[in-house]
């Protein structure tokens, strides 16, 4: 599929650049309405996943969106909750699950979540099918969007019919190049938000498996990238940052993929420098389209319009779930 330059204006002109895009949804908008029905089911591992389901109605077997949020979200963020309101508003199921300790509790493993967790975004298809969808399509936002793609890569040719397509937003294709782009100067709004919340869950892990994480070096972690060195990365397997990176960014899974996939980045996406993502590589895919906006960026898309309920994402991926 080739790649497609959005060229009309998504924003108001009273967010004049990425950062204001990416940043005044996640202040400033409320979604009403949602009602969501949560459940918790068990891993192979013996953790848990929290997940929440919004249903559209009515008992005729539908089709199912499962909706994967980004770096320390949750199901209640805005772009999720967004996307839930609109999709089922139109026949669609929802189910937007919640990362290892993301769900509003601490889970039970030394473990948490990371970019390549797939094994859990698996579970939760799999508890999909089991509770009878036949047709299952995916919504990933940010680093939700990372683990999208390389779980449809991972799968490739042998990937269960009754996954239809997917749709991600704002992807770090390439961890280590937005790993470090976070770090400029005029990005560290982002990181220290992120570490806010990521250095005390990393300490009440500690506490509860001190022989796993040791917190000699937590004055260290100053940037996303001493976390998952210090931390995601040892705790997960991996030998450090970098290896880290190079296992689980999805620019190295696209190619296999075999499904219907769109993803939509903003080129002024402050996170996600549009030069890291695999350009090249997506331009000669025969499934899956890179849509690149002028604006909107990192997880914002707000419109012009005030009176717009929904966001230009929400309805640009309605119509396109609804083609496949």
């Not at 949602?34 to 389901?53: A, C, G, M, Q, S």
């Not at 300490?203 to 004055?219: F, G, N, S, T, V």
């Not at 100053?222 to 998952?228: G, H, M, N, S, V």
Request: aromatic share 12%.
């Amino acid at each position: 599929m080739p790649l497609v330059h959005y060229s009309h204006q998504i924003s108001p002109f009273w967010l004049p650049n990425g950062h204001f895009q990416s940043i005044y949804p996640a202040l400033f908008r409320q979604i009403n309405g949602i009602k969501y029905f949560r459940e918790k089911i068990v891993t192979p591992d013996d953790d848990f996943l929290n997940l929440d389901w919004s249903y559209a109605g009515n008992e005729v077997p539908k089709p199912l969106i499962i909706l994967s949020h980004g770096l320390e979200g949750n199901s209640t963020r805005q772009y999720i909750t967004g996307m839930v309101k609109l999709l089922t508003q139109n026949g669609f199921d929802c189910l937007a699950w919640n990362f290892r300790s993301c769900g509003g509790e601490m889970n039970q493993t030394a473990r948490f979540y990371h970019s390549g967790a797939t094994e859990d975004l698996n579970a939760v298809i799999n508890y999909a099918f089991e509770k009878g969808y036949a047709d299952v399509r995916l919504v990933g936002f940010s680093l939700g969007g990372n683990l999208t793609l390389k779980y449809l890569g991972e799968q490739g040719a042998a990937i269960d019919n009754r996954i239809k397509g997917a749709i991600v937003f704002s992807v770090p294709m390439d961890l280590k190049a937005c790993s470090l782009a976070i770090i400029e100067p005029r990005n560290q709004i982002y990181m220290h938000r992120f570490l806010k919340s990521l250095k005390p869950k990393v300490m009440e892990k500690a506490a509860l498996y001190p022989q796993r994480i040791d917190l000699k070096d937590h004055a260290l972690v100053k940037t996303l990238y001493d976390f998952d060195h210090i931390y995601t990365a040892p705790l997960h397997g991996f030998e450090g940052a970098d290896h880290y990176y190079a296992e689980c960014s999805s620019q190295f899974f696209v190619e296999p993929i075999t499904v219907p996939t769109m993803i939509v980045n903003a080129e002024n996406d402050p996170i996600v420098p549009f030069g890291s993502l695999p350009i090249d590589v997506l331009r000669a895919h025969p499934n899956v389209t890179l849509l690149a906006t002028r604006d909107g960026g990192h997880c914002g898309f707000r419109p012009a319009r005030l009176t717009d309920e929904f966001y230009w994402s929400e309805k640009y991926a309605l119509g396109f779930l609804s083609g496949l």
